[in-house]
């Protein structure tokens, strides 16, 4: 059965880093993208970006570029998401979701079940 | 970029009957949408992609519709467990941008 099981809760203060792993199980991990979104509070998902785990490109939303950084360890299936300079606005549940597509332009049909992290001083 | 819009953003409906959720999209995405449940406490789970597809597992009281800017999901007759908040989402760029609509909540009337 394909899981995808996310690290525990974070509790960060502004202007620190924090990393949130994804590890994958039953399933071929270089073979599908992987994507992360994140949720704040009572809003909406948005999207961060992607990671090919096979060869470990990335593409990040713009909103978050020179922030985040996506990065894989093949021996462990599993990839790792690290958003830095943290402010307030960062609170938020972060879920890991695979592509269902290999071109990695798809929907994302397994999910994680989501990582929070909290930013306050 | 895509801005995907939905509407509306509450729709109350009661157990058993028809519930019509609509997405648009600021340009023509194809046939490149997704939609998805989510429930409270929960990670969201896909329902639909390709527009019309069913994922794996996905009741048949879910149909998905539509093409270029305009899409629709129908869930027939309504059970308990489907009031949830639903997203619609676009994956039709390259280099890839994904975005989600701003959500439907689906509630008991």
């Known amino acids: 059965q394909v899981h995808l099981v996310q690290s525990g809760a974070e509790v960060k203060k502004p202007g620190a880093s924090v990393k949130v792993s994804c590890k994958a199980s039953?399933?071929?991990?270089?073979?599908?993208?992987m994507h992360w979104v994140r949720q704040a509070p009572g809003q909406g998902l948005e999207w961060m970006g992607i990671i090919n785990p096979s060869g470990g490109s990335t593409t990040y939303a713009q909103k978050f570029q020179g922030r985040v950084t996506m990065t894989r360890d093949t021996s462990t299936s599993t990839v790792y998401m690290e958003l830095s300079s943290l402010r307030s606005e960062d609170t938020a549940v972060y879920y890991c979701?695979?592509?269902?597509?290999?071109?990695?332009?798809?929907?994302?049909?397994?999910w994680g079940q989501g990582t929070m992290v909290t930013v306050s001083s | 970029e895509i801005v995907m819009t939905q509407s509306p953003a509450t729709l109350s409906v009661s157990p058993g009957e028809r519930a019509t959720l609509s997405c648009r999209a600021s340009q023509s995405i194809s046939r490149n949408l997704a939609w998805y449940q989510q429930k409270p406490g929960q990670a969201p789970r896909l329902l639909i992609y390709?527009?019309?597809t069913r994922a794996t597992g996905i009741p048949a009281r879910f149909s998905g519709s539509g093409s270029g800017t305009e899409f629709t999901l129908t869930i027939s007759s309504l059970q308990s467990e489907d009031f949830a908040v639903y997203y619609c989402q676009q994956y039709s760029n390259w280099p890839p941008v994904y975005t989600f609509g701003q959500g439907t909540k689906l509630e008991i009337k």
């Open positions: 390709g527009a019309s």
């Open positions: 979701a695979r592509d269902g597509s290999s071109s990695g332009v798809g929907a994302f049909d397994i």
């Open positions: 039953g399933y071929t991990f270089i073979s599908y993208y």
